[in-house]
């Protein structure tokens, strides 16, 4: 069964540091991902998405994330975190069955020091 | 400004009564979903509509309700046979729903709690 694994549950980050947030997914095909961000009590917004071509994405807020089949990974990164990036991020994955759903991982929820 | 709207932002209920979320979308999107969040957990997949006046159970479909008369409404009902209905709940629409590359895109949720 396809799923996606966000090993880490919180990370923690000063204000300016680089950031990188995991995404495990397990899939036979190519697969198609995508990297949600949401803030306390708020829906989710779309941050980026993976289809094909190029395996570096780049997304809003200057995120970027990098597909890599031959780990199974498709991690999120910043190069410099602000304070307003503290919020929840999730990774997902499409279905590959006739649903053409989301799955998604568990979450990381970023905190900035300043 | 196009987008998705869920109202109310906070819905308090009493155990043993049926309780409506709204979801409503102005991106003229064919397809709608409800998801529910718990802490620390994924969202997972309640009910979703691929065209007006069908809909298909989800991942966690038990003790919850939905229909699709209007391309722009897929209200959520939740009944008194969800045994654990505190959560948030999030709506969201794409494009087609036929295709894993469509993006969805959420409102932004409505928080039940169960008294």
């Known amino acids: 069964a396809q799923s996606v694994t966000q090993p880490d549950i919180h990370i923690t980050v000063s204000e300016g540091a680089s950031l990188e947030l995991r995404c495990n997914y397990s899939?036979?095909?190519?697969?198609?991902l995508f990297w949600y961000v949401q803030s306390p009590g708020q829906g989710l917004q779309l941050l980026l998405k993976?289809?094909?071509?190029?395996?570096l994405v780049q997304g809003i807020k200057g995120f970027e994330a990098e597909f890599k089949r031959s780990q199974s990974s498709f991690n999120l990164r910043k190069p410099s975190v602000h304070w307003s990036d503290a919020a929840e991020y999730f990774c997902a994955v499409g279905r590959m069955d006739s649903s053409h759903k989301l799955i998604f991982g568990s979450g990381t929820r970023l905190l900035v020091r300043p | 400004d196009g987008g998705i709207t869920q109202s109310p932002k906070y819905l308090f209920r009493k155990e043993g009564q049926n309780v409506t979320l709204s979801c409503e979308q102005n991106?003229?999107?064919?397809?709608m979903y409800w998801y529910r969040q718990d802490p620390g957990q994924g969202l997972r997949l309640i009910y979703y509509s691929q065209i007006v006046n069908d809909f298909q159970k989800g991942d966690i479909a038990e003790g919850y309700s939905v229909s699709r008369e209007k391309k722009e409404s897929f209200p959520l009902t939740v009944t008194s046979a969800q045994k654990n209905p505190t959560a948030f709940y999030l709506c969201?629409?794409?494009?087609?729903?036929?295709?894993?590359?469509?993006?969805?895109?959420f409102g932004p949720g409505t928080r039940l709690t169960v008294l």
């Open positions: 899939y036979g095909a190519t697969p198609y």
């Open positions: 993976y289809f094909s071509g190029d395996t």
């Open positions: 991106l003229n999107h064919d397809a």
């Open positions: 969201a629409s794409s494009i087609a729903g036929t295709s894993r590359t469509d993006t969805q895109y």
